[in-house]
């Protein structure tokens, strides 16, 4: 493949892309996680880069192309944060700058990528600004970001908005089916409702073989509240499960569990959880759920904030919670 593919539900944004008469410097592209807009990015920079773009998107064979295939082109600047999760400072910022006020080295353009764009910190964020108000001759600047809320608002006035959206239901369905062949569509299905319907995320959470730790907490749930595993035993058993994902998982099955409380309708998209739940929800008193909930978005909280947490001790309260939810009364 000689460039970045485009996302079947992105076709229509990327021809009024390439059809623009006058392109902006610089463009803040939003929308949910894990839609593709990171790959619609990358196919982007490579257009712009591209010595000789042909049919509306980069050639592949150019000098250009060439060194960006090979990672090592000059005049494509990445900025992200040191770690996943982490602030983009200052430092970082000022690197781009620099490299903006260089001369191309390809004679051509000049890309920079800036990915989380929301991760960069007050400071980092001032900085850009300046850049934002004086373009560069020739220079490109791709923001991307899925919350641009957390953006200075004069970094997001400066930026052409591309909003993407991802696909529907059966198309998400399909692309996943064709990336993953071999797997069942109930487990895509599942994969699918995991991700909230984000084929990419979908995608990077088979690769974190999510499905296995999911059955294995399942199994372990079941087991919890039969008394046929102890607290310490199941948290020790189930230490590998990404805890964010864990947290994610219980803070949905506890909405679920309000719902149910509440004796309205609510599905759980892991079938195994449903009967579960129907029985948590018989047992579990209203002001319970509600000091778990808070108890399960405050950690979840620190765990974002990358707070130094011990997480045996964590694993151990969360499932000692959970297990008093489901034996009240
Ligand atoms: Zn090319």
């Known amino acids: 493949m000689h460039e970045p593919a485009l996302l079947p539900w992105h076709a229509d944004a990327w021809g009024q892309l390439v059809g623009m008469s006058n392109l902006p410097h610089a463009f803040l592209l939003v929308g949910p ?149 071999g797997l069942p569509d109930d487990q895509l299905a599942l994969l699918l409702a995991l991700a909230g319907g984000a084929p990419l995320r979908a995608l990077q959470l088979h690769e974190q073989a999510v499905l296995e730790h999911l059955e294995r907490v399942v199994t372990g749930i079941k087991q919890l509240l039969k008394d046929q595993v102890s607290v310490s035993v199941l948290a020790d058993r189930l230490k590998s499960v990404p805890l964010l994902l864990l947290v994610d998982w219980l803070h949905d099955w506890t909405l679920t569990l309000q719902k149910l409380k509440l004796g309205l309708p609510a599905e759980c998209a892991v079938a195994d959880m449903q009967p579960v739940l129907g029985y948590m929800a018989r047992h579990a008193a209203a002001a319970e759920l509600q000091a778990w909930q808070d108890w399960l978005l405050q950690h979840r909280r620190m765990l974002l904030t990358k707070a130094n947490l011990n997480q045996t001790l964590l694993l151990e309260s969360l499932w000692l919670h959970w297990k008093r939810l489901g034996k009240r009364r």
């Open 33 to 181: 996680a894990g839609i593709g807009k990171r790959a619609f990015a990358a196919r982007l920079a490579a257009w712009l880069l591209c010595l000789q773009p042909r049919d509306g998107q980069a050639c592949g064979s150019c000098r250009s192309c060439l060194l960006r295939e090979a990672g090592s082109h000059p005049d494509l600047f990445q900025v992200g944060p040191e770690e996943e999760g982490k602030q983009i400072r200052i430092e970082r910022i000022r690197n781009l700058i620099d490299f903006i006020n260089q001369t191309a080295q390809q004679g051509g353009r000049k890309v920079v990528l800036l990915d989380p764009a929301d991760a960069m910190n007050q400071n980092a964020s001032n900085a850009l600004l300046k850049t934002l108000e004086e373009p560069a001759q020739d220079t490109f600047l791709l923001l991307v970001s899925d919350q641009p809320g957390l953006l200075l608002p004069t970094v997001r006035s400066r930026c052409r908005h591309l909003s993407l959206s991802g696909p529907d239901a059966t198309s998400a369905l399909d692309w996943l089916r064709e990336s993953l062949s």
